[in-house]
Every structure is written in structure tokens, then in C-alpha cells.
């Protein structure tokens, strides 16, 4: 019976979750059934879970394992130490144990303790796993997706409170002195005398705290409450994202945010693409393409997702976000397949669905995520000026035992008691250690983040941390993500030049009117192009082709909005064809619906959207086609033969069309000016102009092209595709092959997009100058990118020269780039990641000294995990304070790193606000934030230190004078109802007036 079952299990007749084992068969194998009769056998049919009253079902021990496929995957079911063919029984209910047991298997009430332990006391899993598709795992514990950004715990709140507390000195001294005046010897005074201001301190301190602590509570239990919709075999349910587990199915819905990690099953589009927006995770503003799993995608409706008897096996949580090692597994058996499963074939967490609908598999939540792994956790962060004041209540303390034992040897050492007269002036002369300095401190930062929320010029700020506001006084270095803190993320098209003339936004309406003549109503085609033999070029030849160059070389799709043509979108589990798809398309543009351009890189959707504006429209983008469509109303179509996609090691894009309509073949491509200068053919303007729009801040790109024959693109595609063949070096082969046809190149235009800043960037960042705060970029985009927004929003000065560190491998290469920027004295250094990586590893304390020289640091192509790098450097090296700001997730760890953390809050989540000190709406705020409001709390808080210190050397001085007129007696001036009045009540208007 038991080989029966087996047998049925790996021809998968055997249905899982069902409880449909044969009990007899159960009984063969030495188990008994409790109350929950057969419901109580669940899941693999070899594993027992009993049914608790509440229904609730709690895998106490896995019974049985045996691998669904012989594969080389490892076993994750299986235990430990022992074959797959190893039985290990516990007794289940101890009522029920069963006596009669097989010799070849293990069992006893020990091993029900042992199993109880194991299901109350594991800890979440983080290990390779293996996940069966619609299937929860009971026996293994994952990690909770619940979003924590609190620094307590509801048992941790006061162990905590009191230890950072009583870990500066001023506070442990007082409790010292608290505790003494239990010892009738050393009272001098009433108890309330010195436990009522240290109580009180300690209170203020826990409300604060607390109440910090319950705003971060409710800003994490919005975040935990989102909607979204869990896939089941009876539809979409609703489900918080806190309540999200591994297995889960969820639909995840265009701009929304993913809740964590996810393998993609199934998309809306038919070719089972998907775009994501992951510059909250990443820091880069280009879209990243994903594909859905093929065997899924092929499925006619969702449900059947449940039939299909396969799993996904994921490799252990990893915080790379650019890797990822799985194996998707479908079928039975010997008919078992695997397909591979990469990082194409993910949604990270916190990233943002950009286009259509998608299903995903969780495979990790909460802390085992791509984004939680790459952030650190809260940190409580400590004034400088409190760092301060403990170091100064160190002298006074040692001046209180100078006095006290100057007193006590001028009256006489060998005097009986000698040591407690000591103590006792210890405790007389405490005053110069005021406790009260602590309440007034407390108060006065109170008042000031009080303020900075209710300032009307910076409507929106939030103080989530109220212990550092005079911190944002004192900032020396202010380190800024760029994506969505200084930009916009908004590419505008400003400018096209054709080498004889250049065009802006106000003159337009001439690249307009040149389309136009190229395609008159009533004629088909082009008047200006195809025709054979050579043309005489004039503006609008260079025009048309300048343009069509444009609406042709590109990565773009369009995409008819589902809000405004929901009657004809696809459901998600619908299986369109190409043509069907393709009809629909063309049907939307000619209906003329909202349209919307999806793409890598919102360069290319500006210059999409710009080619529409002047008469060349996109309406139809697939794999095998392009369609354009002219002024006229006139459809040109246009065969993609080859793509070349772009690659920050090329830098340049190319694609191989042909014209439908006449035939011809040409090879378009677009990229930076440092690669195609060398392959276009002479000229003497494109130098100059890229170095005039490189001056205004602007992205610049250059557009050539190259026709070709029949015969010479057959030549080319058969080189290609031996190339592509080659096992060996096949990437190098392939570059090869390309650049033989990137030579000789026709230069047709280039163009110059501004990527739109932030509102006042330009004088915020001038005023941070001014006040002498230097200013880092630190960004996860290109280094060219990186470079035109720091020339745009001026944190580079339109003259100032800028040293870009170059590719670094070793400790020579590292050495050679340090000495060539030392020789460029005042230069702004960029300097890219991985070189920033291999620079620090052998020259840390150089480079910091150089960079903190530099008016201004870019650091492109920059992990999360480097930013908070970068700001433990800064702290390290330069015992300087440091303030972040950012706006996304991969800002939170840097942000959390810092002594003043900023975070705004962007259109694609809040993240990093939530994490932040400081929460503003846009970077504008950042300057009166720091100049006025750090400066008046700064100098309040000084002010009020030295008069607090002041007030009590004033009354020691008295008490040291009364001792020493009455031999030295350690008796105390004043009654302890005095000093508490003198500390508090008495000279309240001054310290009002301080902090006012």
C-alpha cells in the first residue's frame, strides 16, 4: 500500500491538499487518526497536519519526503541527515500513540515535545527554497511582510529608553546622585530634591520618544494596510500587504507598487512583457523590460495556473538586485521540464508596475527582499551638541572633585569621616552639573520641531525625530540622490540641430512645416525620398530625415490607455495573436484614444513624443514591424530587421529597417558623441555644438545613418548570425561584426534633451553654497546623465572644470587617476561606483582628502548600500556632521546613516520620507529648512547650555564660599524646595527668552 501511494504521488495521480489519503493505507504506516479524522492528513498525503478546534491547520512535523522529479535540485523537503527513504513519525496526540510501529520507522512521545518545539521556535527561513505553485508551505515559516520602521518594541521601549539614557554621563551621574540620598550619612536634603528633575527628564524623554514611536507606528501601518488582490482558485480576493506570504499569487496593477519579490508568471500583453519603473529601488530612471514564465504566459485563463503542477525553485535571499538564480518546474515525472528563471523574470519589491497587468509568485517578503536587505535598520541618532555637553559635563565633574577635595584638605585629612564629608560635598557642589540643563534642552527642541512644522514658507514638513533639530544647524556636507530630489524625472525636447541650422521650441513650427511638404495630401510617400540617385540636400530633406531617423531608432511601444478604452483592452488571461493584437492598435490610433509611449528610457519617449508633435507619429510597434503615421493621414510602415539594443558599454543604439513601400534598407543609430564622432564621416560643427548644449546642461545624443544594399545586408546578417553561433568569446565576435557597418556614417542631426529639475533647484543649491555646505550627487543612473544634471542645475559651475575618474581594475590604475585629479586643482570629480569601490579598497583616506577638497562630488552608477557607505566615510574622515536627502527606496539607507536624514515625498512612494528625520515636499525646502531654522536652533540651544552652566556655578560658588566661612562644614545654603525653585521656577524668563 505504501509503494501504491508513492507511485500515485510521482505520476502526480495524487492531489495535493486534497485529504484524500486511504486511511488504511495511513495505518499501514503506524500513524493514528485523532479527531480531525482524515481532514487532519493534508497537503503532500504523507504529512500530518491536525486541525486545532479553530480550524486553524499547524504542521507540527513533516512525516514523510519524496522528490516530485529526479532532478538536480536540492531536496529542500527533505530532512537533513536522513535519505529520502527514511521515515520519521511523531505522536501526534499522545491519546492516540501507536504501539505497533515498524522496525524501519522512529517514533515516540519525545518527538512531540521536539515537534512542538520546532513549530513555536524555528525562525523564518533563509535558505534556497523551493515553492509549489498555489500551494502554501505550513512546514517552514518565512519572513512577515509587515513594514517596521519603529525603533522600539511595545517590551523594548523602556530597557531601551533608559539605556540611551543613562549611557551619557550626565544622566548616570544624577542617577548616582539619586541613589546616594538613600544613605542617611550622605543625605543632605530632601529625596524629591534630586529624583523629581531626574524623574521629570526621564519622562519628557519617554512621551517624546514614544509619541515619535507612534507616528512611525501609524506611517507603517498605512503602508502595511495597502489593498491589492491575491489570485485563488475562486478568483481575486483582497489582501493588505502586511498579510502577503511566500506562494501567494498577486495582480499587480499599472503604478502600482510591487509589495514584494515576485516572479512573473503573466502579463496583460500577449508577448508576456512587462515594464517597471525601479528607480525607487535602484536610483535609475530607466524602465526595465521583465518577461512573464512562457509556460504560464500560454495559459488561456489564470485558474488553470492551479492545474499545472509545477514550482519554482528560488536560490537564498540575496540583497543583489541585479542577479537572480531560479528554475521553473512543470510536469511529472520523467515528463518533468525546467526552464531557468533570471532576473528578467523578477519585480523586486518597491518597484512600480509601468505598463498593463501582471501575476506574480511570491518567492520573498519583508526582510528576506532585494530592498529590505540593501537598507539598514533605524538607529537612534544623537545630537552633536548633546555629544557635546556630556564631554563638558566630564570637566565639570572633574572640577566638582577638585573643589570638594580642595575643601576636604584644607579642613584636614586625617578628620574622622573624612570620606563621607568628601561625598557629602560632592553632592553639595552638584549643582554645577545642572540636571535641569537636560528638561530645558528637551523643551527647547520640542518648541523648534514644533516650529519648523508650522512654518508656512515650507508647507508639508514633518519632524519625525524631534531630538536633532539644532543637528541641521551644523551640516557641513549635504549628500543628494538625483532622480525625483533634483529632477523631475520629465524629459523635455529642447533643441535639433542639422549642422546648417538649429531648432528650438519657438521655432518648431518650421520642422513642421518641412514635414508637411515632405508628405502633401492626396500623394503617397515621401516627394523628397525614394528615389534613386543622388539629391541635392536642402532643409527639408535634412529635416524629413532627421526626423524619421528619430521616430525609426528606438526601443518605444505604444500603448492605448485602458481608463479610455477599456472595451477593447484584452483580459489578462486572454491569449491574443500578434495580427489581432496588431489590428487593435491600428484601430485605437485611428479612433484616436489616449495613447502612451512605454520605453527603457524616458530620453526615447521625449523624443517619440516630440517626432508626434511635428507630423511623425508612432502608432504600431512589434517585434517584426514599425508604423508610422504622416501628416497626411498616410501609413508607413517600415520591417525591423535587426536591433541593436543600447548597453552602457556602447553607448549607442542602432536598428536595420526597411521600407516597406520602396525597399530600401538603412541602418539608423543613435548615441553618445564621444563614440560616434569617430564614425561619422567629416564635419566641422558637431564638436562645438555638443560642447554648447554639454554647457547648458543638456542630454545630447547624435543621429547618423547608413544605407544599405541587399546584397550587403545579406552579407552582414549571414557574419551576424555565425557570429551569434560562436560559442566562444561569442559577445566580442558579435561587437565586431556590427562595427563593420558602423563606418562611413551620413550625420543627420543631434539632439538635446533637458531632463526638467526640480522647482528652484538652481538658487537653493547656490544659497547651500554660500552657507558654505558642500554639496554630493549621488545617483544610481549613467555617468553621462549624471554629468548634464549637474551641470543644469548648476551644481557644477557653467566654467568650473570637471575631472571624470576613469576605469579603475587595480591599485596602479587607482593611483595613476588620484595623482591626475590632484594635478586639476578646483575641479568637480564624477566618479563612477565601481571605481569609487576599488579606489576606497586601496586609497581610502587619499581620496577623501582629495574629494572633500573638490567643490562639488558626482558618484554615478552608485549602489544603496554605497550611499550609506559614502556618509559612514564622510563621518569617519571628516568628524564633520553629514545630512542625506532622498526620495526613494535605495535613499533609506543613506538617509538612515546620516546625522539628519531629509526625505521628500515622491511620486512613486514614501519610503524614504517615512524613514527620515525630516520629511519635506521638494527640495527648495531644504534650504530655509537648514539656513534658518537648523541655524536658530543651533544657536538657541548653545545659548541656553552656557546659561544653564552658568546658573549653576553661580549658586556652587555660593556654596562653596558658605562652607568655607563656617570651617568647612559640608552642611547645605539653601533648603532643597530653594534649589528646585532656583533651577526651574525662579529663572524660567531667561530660559523662555533663550529658546523663544
Known amino acids: 500500500m505504501n509503494h501504491s501511494i508513492l507511485e500515485q504521488r510521482r505520476q502526480g495521480q495524487h492531489s495535493y491538499g486534497t485529504g484524500s489519503l486511504d486511511q488504511q493505507a495511513v495505518a499501514s504506516l503506524g500513524v493514528g487518526f485523532g479527531p480531525g479524522g482524515e481532514d487532519s492528513m493534508t497537503r503532500r498525503g504523507l504529512e500530518a497536519v491536525p486541525l486545532r478546534p479553530g480550524g486553524r491547520r499547524v504542521a507540527y512535523e513533516e512525516l514523510a519526503v519524496v522528490s516530485d522529479t529526479d532532478t538536480d535540485e536540492p531536496n529542500l523537503y527533505e530532512r537533513k541527515g536522513r535519505k529520502s527513504n527514511s521515515w520519521v513519525l511523531a505522536c501526534y496526540r499522545c491519546w492516540n500513540y501507536v504501539s505497533s510501529v515498524p522496525d524501519t520507522l522512529l517514533s515516540g512521545c519525545a518527538s512531540c515535545a521536539t515537534s512542538l518545539c520546532q513549530c513555536f521556535m524555528r525562525r523564518p527561513s533563509k535558505e534556497e527554497r523551493i515553492i509549489q505553485l498555489g500551494t502554501p508551505d505550513y512546514s517552514r515559516r518565512y519572513s512577515s511582510n509587515v513594514t517596521r520602521n519603529q525603533k522600539y518594541g511595545l517590551l523594548s521601549f523602556v530597557p531601551l529608553v533608559l539605556f540611551h539614557q543613562f549611557k551619557f554621563f550626565l544622566n548616570l551621574y544624577f542617577l548616582v546622585v539619586a541613589l546616594s540620598q538613600f544613605i542617611d550619612a550622605l543625605r543632605i536634603g530632601y529625596l524629591y530634591t534630586y529624583w523629581a528633575p531626574l524623574g521629570f527628564v526621564i519622562f519628557v524623554t519617554m512621551v517624546r520618544e514614544g509619541w515619535d514611536d507612534v507616528l512611525r507606528w501609524r506611517r507603517d501601518r498605512e503602508m502595511n494596510s495597502q489593498r491589492y488582490k491575491k489570485l485563488t482558485r475562486h478568483g481575486a480576493v483582497p489582501i493588505t500587504s502586511s498579510d502577503i506570504q511566500v506562494s501567494d499569487l498577486l495582480i499587480i496593477e499599472k503604478n502600482q507598487r510591487v509589495p514584494a519579490d515576485l516572479v512573473l508568471l503573466r502579463t496583460s500583453e500577449s ?6 519603473r525601479t528607480d525607487q529601488l535602484d536610483g535609475e530612471t530607466d524602465w526595465k523590460l521583465r518577461n512573464a514564465v512562457p509556460v504560464t504566459q500560454r495559459l488561456v485563463q489564470d485558474k488553470e495556473m492551479f492545474d499545472l503542477n509545477a514550482s519554482v525553485y528560488a536560490q537564498k535571499p540575496d540583497k543583489d538586485i541585479h542577479t537572480f538564480v531560479g528554475r521553473f518546474t512543470y510536469g511529472c515525472g520523467n515528463t518533468a521540464q525546467r526552464l531557468p528563471l533570471t532576473v528578467d523574470n523578477t519585480m523586486w519589491t518597491n518597484t512600480v508596475v509601468a505598463s498593463g497587468t501582471a501575476v506574480g509568485l511570491v518567492v520573498f517578503t519583508g526582510h528576506e ?27 565639570l565633574f572633574v572640577l566638582t572633585m577638585t573643589l570638594s577635595f580642595s575643601l576636604i584638605a584644607l579642613k584636614g585629612l586625617n578628620v574622622q569621616g573624612a570620606h563621607i564629608e568628601f561625598f557629602r560635598f560632592v553632592l553639595l557642589f552638584s549643582s554645577i552639573i545642572p540636571i535641569s540643563l537636560r528638561v530645558n534642552l528637551d523643551l527647547s527642541k520640542i518648541f523648534h520641531s514644533w516650529s519648523i512644522g508650522r512654518d508656512k514658507s515650507i508647507p508639508g514638513t514633518v519632524v519625525r525625530s524631534s531630538t536633532i533639530p539644532e543637528e541641521l544647524g551644523r551640516i557641513v556636507y549635504l549628500l543628494s540622490d538625483k532622480t525625483g530630489t533634483l529632477t523631475q524625472n520629465e524629459m523635455i525636447f529642447k533643441r535639433l540641430h542639422l549642422g ?49 531617423a528619430i521616430a525609426l531608432c528606438h526601443n518605444v511601444t505604444p500603448v492605448v490607455d485602458e481608463d479610455t478604452n477599456a472595451a477593447g483592452r484584452a483580459p489578462l488571461a486572454s491569449n491574443l495573436t500578434a495580427d489581432v493584437e496588431s489590428s487593435f492598435t491600428n484601430f485605437a490610433a485611428e479612433s484616436s484614444p489616449s495613447v502612451t509611449y512605454q520605453a527603457s528610457s524616458p530620453d526615447e519617449v521625449a523624443l517619440v513624443t516630440w517626432t508626434e508633435s511635428v507630423g511623425l507619429a508612432l502608432v504600431d510597434r512589434s517585434q517584426q514591424h514599425i508604423v508610422l503615421r504622416a501628416p497626411n493621414g498616410q501609413r508607413l510602415r517600415f520591417d ?37 564622432t569617430k564614425m561619422v564621416e567629416y564635419n566641422d560643427w558637431l564638436d562645438e555644438e555638443c560642447g554648447n548644449m554639454a554647457r547648458e546642461g543638456l542630454r545630447t545624443l547624435v543621429i547618423a545613418k547608413k544605407p544599405l544594399t541587399e546584397d550587403q545586408y545579406a552579407d552582414f546578417e549571414a557574419r551576424l548570425k555565425s557570429a551569434q553561433l560562436n560559442v566562444a568569446d561569442r559577445e566580442a565576435e558579435v561587437r565586431r561584426v556590427i562595427g563593420t557597418i558602423e563606418t562611413d556614417l551620413q550625420l543627420l542631426a543631434m539632439t538635446g534633451v533637458e531632463d526638467k529639475l526640480q522647482v528652484d533647484v538652481r538658487p537653493t543649491l547656490e544659497l547651500l553654497r554660500n552657507a558654505g555646505i558642500k554639496v554630493w550627487m549621488l545617483t544610481g543612473d549613467k555617468l553621462e546623465t549624471a554629468r548634464c544634471i549637474a551641470i543644469s542645475s548648476r551644481l557644477v559651475g557653467r566654467d568650473q572644470p570637471i575631472h571624470t575618474f576613469g576605469d579603475v581594475v587595480n591599485r596602479a590604475d587607482t593611483h595613476r587617476e588620484l595623482n591626475a585629479f590632484r594635478r586639476r586643482s578646483g575641479a568637480a570629480l564624477v566618479i ?13 583616506s587619499e581620496f577623501v582628502e582629495l574629494a572633500c577638497q573638490s567643490p562639488a562630488v558626482v558618484v554615478c552608477r552608485c549602489s544603496p548600500d554605497q550611499k550609506a557607505s559614502i556618509v559612514q566615510l564622510l563621518k569617519k574622515h571628516t568628524q564633520k556632521p553629514v545630512a542625506a536627502i532622498g526620495d526613494g527606496g535605495n535613499d533609506v539607507s543613506m538617509i538612515q546613516a546620516a546625522d539628519a536624514g531629509i526625505g521628500i515625498v515622491g511620486k512613486e512612494g514614501k519610503q524614504a520620507s517615512l524613514a527620515s528625520d525630516f520629511s519635506i515636499t521638494q527640495f527648495s525646502n531644504v534650504g530655509r529648512l537648514l539656513v534658518w531654522h537648523g541655524r536658530n536652533s543651533y544657536k538657541c540651544s548653545a545659548a541656553l547650555s552656557h546659561f544653564v552652566m552658568h546658573r549653576g556655578l553661580i549658586i556652587s560658588v555660593m556654596q562653596a564660599v558658605f562652607s568655607a566661612i563656617f570651617l568647612f562644614v559640608s552642611i547645605p545654603l539653601y533648603e532643597g524646595f530653594l534649589l528646585v525653585g532656583y533651577n526651574t521656577f525662579y529663572t524660567m524668563l531667561p530660559v523662555f527668552s533663550l529658546v523663544l
Open 500 to 548: 546648417t541650422a538649429s531648432y528650438t521650441s519657438d521655432t518648431v513650427d518650421e520642422i513642421v512645416s518641412h514635414i508637411s511638404v515632405t508628405y502633401p495630401e492626396g500623394v503617397t510617400g515621401p516627394v523628397q525620398g525614394g528615389r534613386p540617385g543622388k539629391i541635392r540636400k536642402t532643409d527639408v530633406t535634412r529635416a524629413h530625415d532627421a526626423v524619421r
Open 271 to 276: 508577448a508576456g512583457s512587462c515594464f517597471l
Open 640 to 676: 525591423i530587421l535587426q536591433v541593436f539594443p543600447f548597453s552602457s558599454d556602447t553607448k549607442r543604439m542602432g536598428i536595420i529597417v526597411r521600407d516597406c513601400a520602396t525597399g530600401e534598407i538603412t541602418f539608423y543609430i543613435k548615441g553618445a558623441d564621444v563614440v560616434l
Open 369 to 395: 527582499t532585494r530592498s529590505v536587505m540593501n537598507t539598514s535598520s533605524p538607529q537612534t541618532k544623537v545630537g552633536s551638541i548633546d555629544m557635546e555637553i556630556n564631554r563638558l559635563t566630564k570637566l
Open 832 to 844: 563612477p561606483g565601481q571605481a569609487l569601490e576599488i579606489c576606497l579598497m586601496h586609497y581610502e
